[in-house]
């Protein structure tokens, strides 16, 4: 099946510090990448869409200045969070679609760990 | 809007047991519909799916039928084993909002 992979898998950094979390489809082009975030034994969170060479959509209540998100390429697409703060501290994971629109199947990453000190 | 509804839990079972977990949704039209499993610090599986009614879903003796006329899709095993021990997502993909739209994820603990 579809691989989608993500780095790094775990990150600690500084409080106001920038982190940057790729997230790569390995076996097929994604037109379509999703950013979800998870707080523990919670359910995933929506954060954003990102189309490839397009700005990415957010949800309501996402900043898009804080976590901003570049699709360059049909394989990559990066989550920056910017000048991070603790309550940041979350796993975010990504996940991509191989056909443009439609409803398929969506593969997800192995999720990042981030951690604001 | 749409939504998903799963059982709450967790849910623990001894090895062998039959497993039943709960999932009904309310959407616009006919969105596709998805069991997804997590292990601990892992992120999300696609476990099966089922696009259209009276669909079976089906992948390592787990099952899902699409009910319409219920808005259901249960996720059912025959015999649990400790390995099953994760969260199971139930998820729909909204054509309206063209997102995958979650439950709340429901905690599954086998024991030997």
């Known amino acids: 099946g579809a691989v989608v992979s993500q780095h790094p898998s775990r990150v600690i950094c500084k409080s106001g510090t920038s982190v940057k979390i790729e997230c790569r489809s390995l076996d097929f082009q994604a037109t379509t990448m999703f950013w979800y975030r998870q707080f523990p034994k919670q359910s995933l969170m929506l954060m954003a869409t990102s189309n490839e060479g397009s700005k990415a959509t957010y949800e309501q209540g996402v900043e898009k200045d804080k976590f901003l998100i570049n699709h360059a390429s049909l394989t990559l697409s990066t989550l920056t969070v910017t000048s991070a703060h603790p309550e940041d501290s979350s796993f975010y994971i990504c996940?991509?679609?191989?056909?443009?629109?439609?409803?398929?199947?969506?593969?997800f990453g192995p999720g990042t760990r981030l951690t604001v000190l | 809007g749409d939504s998903v509804t799963q059982m709450e839990g967790p849910v623990t079972l001894s090895e062998e047991a039959f497993l039943t977990i709960n999932c009904t949704y309310t959407?616009?039209?006919?969105?596709?519909l998805f069991w997804y499993v997590q292990y601990p610090g892992e992120g999300l599986q696609l476990l099966l799916k089922a696009t259209k009614a009276d669909d079976k879903g089906s992948n390592k003796g787990f099952e899902a039928t699409y009910r319409k006329e219920t808005t259901s899709f249960h996720l059912e095993k025959g015999s649990v084993q400790v390995s099953d021990s994760a969260v199971y997502f139930c998820a729909l993909f909204s054509g309206g909002y063209n997102k995958l739209i979650f439950g709340a994820g429901t905690r599954l603990a086998v024991h030997p």
């Open positions: 959407a616009t039209g006919y969105p596709s």
């Open positions: 996940s991509a679609r191989d056909i443009p629109g439609g409803t398929d199947t969506q593969y």
